[in-house]
């Protein structure tokens, strides 16, 4: 009773922020900005804030869109739904052509990040990811770069088959819940973003105190963001600048703190060379 | 033992063990029942969950994605708040078509792909019972080597079986709630008999106490009866238990009143027997005594005694003389001859007596209220009227005061002489009628013991009272012809 009770007040739920949506598309202004579980997209105060903080500085409605996963949040942007996405550098490598590199955010200074290899802290003996052949692997999206395509591509260097290598290997459709999984042992590794892990530890260190690092992945290009190749470019110049000054003002400096990062840069397409290199490879899929 | 106890304790105790054992009994039936609720209660809650869950979990199982059923089959732990897990599942897990664990709630003991028999041997059954499993609908089993239940519950997707859910709940979980019931129910207990217990004990104390007074008054009474042992029932009513109350108080009353008549017999047997001795005595001594008294008066009319022999005989004689006075004195003559008594027969009485009271300045109080004869022997009567009064007039001090009313009174003739002078002390009472009675001080104590002779042949009574204050003679005689025959064979013989 309480369950199902529960799902339709769900459904209610749903139904209402979908009605919400179809409101705000009627006026035509609203910026529409995709987000994926990159950083910690669960904060929904958070969110608000940024969003009304950036509202302020484009002087127009601005509205987040989440989804699911990464996949998702492509489709809508490819299908131009969307104007701008925070994506992660993998999907950004595969849509280079319909997309525009919008900025890359600075983590500790630069436009980096690392994957990390974790396991479970009860886990003492795993030194490499070949001590995890045939068990529980989590990964974090399919179409996520630190959290997929590097361990992929990592077992195939080490000529191994990744869809053989794990006894089981299941997604978590977002980094922060990869530390979960293995945190409470369902996995006995996984692969996750290393700034989610790193901010994760700042604000919940009995979480990933629960887990331990194994590796760390050469530096990749910053999960960045991405406007639709058909965006008006007064329009892509207006997010840029407003996202860029963010370092720049002691609100956006307290919202930059909020999601560990040091500001946004323009960056540029040749940080994701790295992570094109494994796409190509790893041929990926 | 048990039996040897007080009813003052015995019944309140027993009023007591029956509350307790009904309390207890009582209780016991509530809390089977609630017992047995409560693993319904589990069994359906469980239920309801496992279908949840089960329909719940087909998507992820469809779509292989562990992560979400894991989170699936959490949710029911974290709807719950901690510490109120009284119904959630010790451990939930899915078993993929293999009967291997596809995801369970505790992946450190029960990880992913392994066979849940091999981490605990009781999931044998658990899996034999999974395997067996034909109905889509949940089952719930117990397990056999432990006090766990398990609901076992197939996930079906159009027709199709993807997998099982298995929840199992610590038998723990059971027998907390069963205990927390089991101590509200032993508190709820508690206060009835702390309430019921005191005043069950009252009522069995008041049902025993009544009982239990008698019973002690009964203790007291033993071949005698106690000075002073009263009995009044504090109990009125008038169930068993109240008649025995009143009948004991009227058995203690004709207890006390054969007890009295006993002793007046003792004491008018005594008296009877003193009676008859002495009359027997002073028959024997009478006869010879005549003779003596003859021979002294032949001799000293016929013959010539020289002087010393004449004053010697005058000396016998006169000794003779004063033993024959007594002897006579202790021989009442109940059969003399004598007329009816009359008003004026009582008056004579007063002017005899006169000049002894005017000797002491007495204060001679005469009420008289005889009119016409009465057949009482004159004489007898007026004998006990002088005796009376000159014992009352010798009591009292100079100025005293002595009372004497004759009046009659349901055919009795009752003369009453009382005065206000030395009372006398109660044990010498029981004495006062006995020959030569240390009560006279001159006169030779025969007074009270003739007029008591005379009072027994007639038929009557006599009754002393004797205080401070006054002391009174009551003589009571019956007017009625028929006591007198009976009186005198009882009386003095010859």
């Known amino acids: 009773m309480e369950t199902s009770s529960r799902r339709s007040l769900l459904a209610a739920a749903l139904f209402a922020s979908c009605l919400r949506q179809v409101h705000a598309e009627q006026p035509a202004a609203a910026l529409r900005i995709g987000l994926t579980p990159v950083f910690l997209d669960d904060q929904v105060a958070f969110l608000n804030s940024w969003r009304s903080y950036l509202e302020r500085r484009l002087r127009q409605p601005l509205v987040f869109v989440q989804r699911g996963s990464y996949r998702e949040v492509v489709n809508l942007l490819n299908q131009g739904q969307l104007d701008c996405a925070w994506l992660c550098g993998y999907p950004y490598v595969r849509h280079r052509e319909r997309m525009r590199l919008l900025a890359v955010p600075l983590y500790r200074g630069k436009p980096l990040y690392q994957s990390y290899l974790i396991v479970p802290a009860t886990d003492t003996t795993t030194r490499s990811i070949l001590d995890l052949r045939g068990k529980v692997f989590a990964y974090s999206d399919p179409d996520s770069n630190s959290g997929f395509l590097f361990t992929q591509h990592s077992l195939r260097r080490l000529n191994e088959m990744p869809a053989a290598f794990f006894g089981k290997s299941f997604f978590t459709w977002a980094h922060r819940k990869v530390v979960d999984a293995v945190a409470v042992g369902l996995a006995n590794g996984g692969a996750i973003d290393g700034y989610v892990w790193d901010t994760l530890a700042l604000s919940h260190p009995g979480l990933t105190g629960r887990t331990r690092i194994v590796e760390r992945s050469p530096e990749f290009g910053f999960p960045p963001f991405v406007a639709r190749g058909s965006l008006a470019s007064t329009q892509f110049t207006a997010v840029q600048s407003a996202l860029m000054q963010m370092r720049d003002d002691p609100e956006g400096a307290g919202l930059l703190q909020r999601l560990n990062l040091d500001g946004f840069a323009a960056g540029s397409p040749a940080l994701f060379d790295g992570v094109a290199e494994m796409f190509r490879t790893s041929g990926a899929n | ?494």
């Open chain 2, 1 to 494: 033992m048990l039996r040897n106890l007080s009813l003052a304790v015995k019944t309140p105790l027993r009023i007591s063990m029956l509350v307790v054992i009904t309390a207890v009994l009582v209780t016991a039936a509530l809390v089977a029942r609630e017992r047995d609720e409560l693993r319904r209660d589990l069994i359906g809650h469980s239920e309801t969950v496992a279908r949840v869950l089960t329909r719940t979990l087909i998507e992820p199982m469809l779509h292989d994605d562990a992560w979400r059923a894991f989170e699936i089959i959490n949710t029911p732990f974290q709807a719950t708040p901690l510490g109120a897990t009284s119904q959630a599942a010790d451990i939930v897990m899915v078993l993929d078509t293999k009967h291997l664990i596809y995801v369970s709630t505790r992946p450190p003991d029960y990880p992913m792909l392994s066979e849940p028999a091999r981490i605990d041997p009781e999931y044998a059954t658990v899996q034999q019972a999974v395997a067996d499993l034909r109905t889509a609908e949940p089952k719930a089993m117990l397990s056999l080597h432990s006090d766990k239940l398990y609901m076992v519950a197939p996930i079906v997707a159009d027709g199709v079986r993807l997998g099982t859910l298995v929840m199992g709940y610590s038998g723990s979980i059971f027998v907390q709630r069963f205990l927390g019931l089991l101590l509200r129910a032993g508190l709820a207990t508690g206060v009835v008999l702390a309430v019921l217990l005191p005043v069950g004990w009252y009522f069995g104390r008041r049902i025993a106490q009544p009982l239990v007074d008698l019973a002690a008054a009964m203790g007291k009474v033993g071949p005698h009866l106690p000075q002073g042992l009263e009995y009044v029932p504090s109990y009125k009513g008038r169930d068993e238990i109240g008649q025995l109350g009143l009948e004991f108080q009227r058995m203690l009353g004709e207890l006390r009143d054969k007890e009295a008549l006993e002793k007046q017999m003792i004491a008018s047997d005594r008296l009877a027997a003193i009676g008859r001795l002495t009359a027997g005595i002073a028959h024997e001594i009478n006869n010879p005594l005549g003779g003596m008294l003859n021979a002294i008066s032949t001799f000293k009319r016929h013959g010539t005694p020289d002087p010393i022999t004449a004053r010697t005989l005058s000396l016998v004689e006169r000794g003779l003389l004063q033993i024959k006075e007594t002897v006579g004195a202790l021989l009442v003559e109940a059969r003399v001859e004598s007329h009816p008594l009359t008003r004026q027969d009582i008056e004579d009485t007063h002017t005899l007596v006169l000049p002894d009271a005017q000797a002491k300045d007495a204060q001679f109080v005469w009420d008289n209220a005889i009119a016409g004869a009465l057949p009482l022997p004159s004489t007898l009567t007026r004998q006990i009227m002088i005796n009376l009064l000159l014992n009352a007039l010798q009591a009292i001090e100079r100025g005293g005061r002595v009372q004497c009313r004759t009046t009659i009174e349901h055919e009795t003739l009752q003369i009453e002489v009382s005065n206000d002078g030395n009372h006398i002390p109660s044990e010498k009472l029981h004495y006062l009628f006995e020959p030569f009675s240390q009560l006279s001080h001159d006169g030779h104590g025969l007074g009270l013991w003739v007029t008591y002779q005379i009072v027994q042949q007639l038929g009557g009574g006599i009754e002393v009272r004797s205080d401070p204050r006054a002391t009174s003679f009551t003589v009571l005689l019956p007017l009625k012809k028929e006591h007198e025959p009976i009186a005198c064979t009882d009386a003095v013989p010859g």
